[in-house]
């Protein structure tokens, strides 16, 4: 008997000393107060999935900072191969960590996670039917740059990385204009799983209040459809209330900059060039964790790994519904005929009310400037009833073509088509058909850099249904392809991250070729002379536009460019919309 409870104890002591030595994090040896370093936490998901068949680990394409972007994958039965995944009938989760690796929660949540899941048999059980995939460190570049100071307002961890990339960039601005390497991968990564569930775990800046943790859910009217419905009567409020059973009370993202929450806020709209509003082109329901900066660190990570609990249970729980609104919802997107490409909030919506727990938040003088600042009573809180803006109607729209086409040696366009496996035919032979031009009417361009760009907004254009010669060569995109919102959000180019307003297609904007004007004097005499048309245009806007009347260049330039003479390309765009 001895010897038997002494075997017990030796194998007991063998493995909890295996367990300790071997997967405890680094969040966990500093409680709560310290998040590993890069090389650490691509080993730990090494080992452990050496370690438990379950987990697979891989190598994903490269980014900006040389490394490859690595995917850990859960999968119940064993080992995973890459070539298997897009085609599995299980549920599939993708969780993206460290865009910005100052904001390291979810990097500890997701090694927590996926260790107590490989070793808990009830966990195991409970996913079987679950893809869990984790990229662990997404921004490699900027967690590499590790310091104690660049996240002035946040509580912890003790160190931590840089927002910005090797490149610095935001790469939560880069998901559609795919400057960097690091966007072509996650892409890779993106579309060869197909996930139907996608979480980006983040920090949040700006009010303060109780919670410890809020959801980002992508915005339910630009999702539209059965998707939007399901993902804000249903997925929305189930999380929430599997958080309040843990005791762990969540909010939607207090988009608030400048006030105070409780004069209410709208919900935050995440355009394509952000990770949810890339994701759920292809019809993913998407969603951002934000923690709030001034909790402490590891009550962060611990919400933030409850919150991932939640969403995948809700996922296995309701994998029918989830798979069958994202089968139709390409049919349903194509059969509305006209397509939103610019959101506003609804004025004729009422907004939602939410119980919100919050802190009285006052105005005081400053003792550093001579200005006054914002302050927040944390020995006052209060639960309060604010408005919540969540309800957004479409300010733009556009007919859905048969096709787009366009315009071959436009090669970073065609790069990025290609990356999200959008399908295309080339011309064979040169050929005719009447499509609709587009022609840039009017921008805003920004001016100050953002994110490598000057980017345009407020673009408008003018439309002409004509004949167009078209090159063999040239590309012929249909629009009936999984890839149906990428194609609108990018190719048309009043859409708020379109190409164009990415500056992808600015040469159109400069115009070539010109005139010297004592030579167009006499051609413009002679065209006033035989074309009535031009010179009734001319003369109406001498007589209607006072400044036009005194202004010669302007006169001189405004027949010059109803002429022959003026350059078909300049502000045409190289897309065409087809319809037959």
């Not at 806020?265 to 923690?291: A, C």
């Not at 119980?355 to 938040?361: A, H, L, P, T, V």
């Not at 009417?441 to 408008?460: I, P, Q, W």
Request: a neutral charge.
């Amino acid at each position: 008997m001895k010897k038997i409870f002494l075997l017990l104890i030796t194998v007991l002591f063998t493995t909890c000393q295996h367990h300790n030595n071997t997967f405890i994090t680094q969040f966990e040896k500093s409680r709560g107060t310290e998040t590993s370093e890069y090389a650490d936490v691509i080993n730990y998901f090494k080992e452990l999935s050496s370690t438990y068949p379950e987990l697979s680990i891989f190598e994903m394409g490269e980014t900006d900072a040389g490394y490859p972007l690595h995917l850990v994958v859960y999968d119940s039965d064993g080992k995973t191969q890459l070539n298997t995944l897009k085609n599995s009938t299980k549920n599939s989760v993708l969780i993206n960590n460290g865009i910005h690796p100052g904001e390291s929660d979810g990097i500890d949540a997701s090694m927590l996670l996926l260790r107590d899941i490989v070793q808990n048999d009830s966990l195991k059980k409970r996913y079987q039917n679950t893809l869990i995939a984790v990229i662990p460190i997404y921004n490699i570049g900027g967690s590499l740059n590790r310091n104690s100071h660049t996240r002035a307002n946040q509580n912890g961890p003790i160190e931590y990385g840089f927002r910005g990339n090797t490149r610095n960039f935001d790469l939560n601005r880069d998901f559609v204009k795919q400057d960097t390497k690091n966007a072509a991968a996650f892409a890779e990564i993106f579309h060869m799983l197909d996930p139907d569930v996608f979480i980006d775990n983040h920090v949040s800046n700006g009010a303060d209040y109780q919670y410890a943790i809020s959801h980002l859910f992508t915005q339910h009217n630009k999702l539209g459809a059965s998707l939007g419905e399901f993902i804000e009567t249903k997925m929305r409020p189930a999380l929430e209330r599997s958080m309040a059973t843990k005791n762990m009370p969540i909010t939607p993202y207090v988009n608030v900059w400048g006030g105070t929450p409780k004069e209410g806020w709208s919900q935050f709209y995440d355009s394509p060039r952000y990770s949810t509003g890339y994701t759920t082109l292809f019809n993913t329901f998407g969603m951002m964790v934000e923690t709030h900066m001034l909790k402490p660190y590891k009550i962060r990570v611990e919400q933030t790994y409850e919150l991932l609990l939640s969403m995948l249970d809700y996922t296995q729980d309701h994998s029918l519904d989830i798979k069958t609104i994202r089968r139709n919802a390409l049919d349903e997107i194509l059969k509305k005929k006209t397509y939103p490409i610019a959101f506003e909030i609804d004025p004729q919506k009422e907004p939602s009310i939410i119980q919100f727990r919050g802190y009285e938040g006052s105005v005081i003088d400053s003792k550093v400037t001579i200005g006054k600042r914002l302050t927040y009573d944390t020995s006052k809180p209060y639960l309060a009833p604010v408005n919540y803006y969540n309800e957004y109607r479409a300010a733009k729209e556009t007919t859905i073509p048969k096709a787009y086409i366009l315009r071959q040696g436009w090669h970073r366009v065609i790069e990025r088509l290609e990356n999200n496996q959008i399908s295309y035919t080339q011309f064979e032979k040169d050929t005719t058909l009447v499509v609709e031009t587009m022609h840039v009417d009017d921008y805003k361009t920004r001016l100050s850099a953002y994110e490598g760009h000057y980017l345009h907004y407020n673009t408008s254009i003018k439309i002409d249904s004509i004949a167009v010669h078209f090159s063999k060569g040239d590309l012929y995109i249909p629009v009936n392809q999984k890839g149906a919102r990428y194609l609108m959000e990018t190719l048309e180019p009043e859409a708020t991250d379109s190409f164009f307003n990415w500056n992808f297609f600015d040469t159109v904007l400069q115009q070539k070729e010109g005139y010297s004007g004592y030579v167009f004097e006499d051609v413009a005499e002679q065209i006033l002379k035989e074309n009535t048309r031009i010179k009734d245009a001319f003369e109406a806007k001498k007589a209607t536009d006072k400044d036009f009347a005194k202004n010669p260049r302007a006169q001189l330039n405004f027949i010059y460019k109803r002429s022959l003479h003026y350059e078909k390309a300049h502000l045409l765009l190289p897309i065409y919309k087809a319809y037959e």
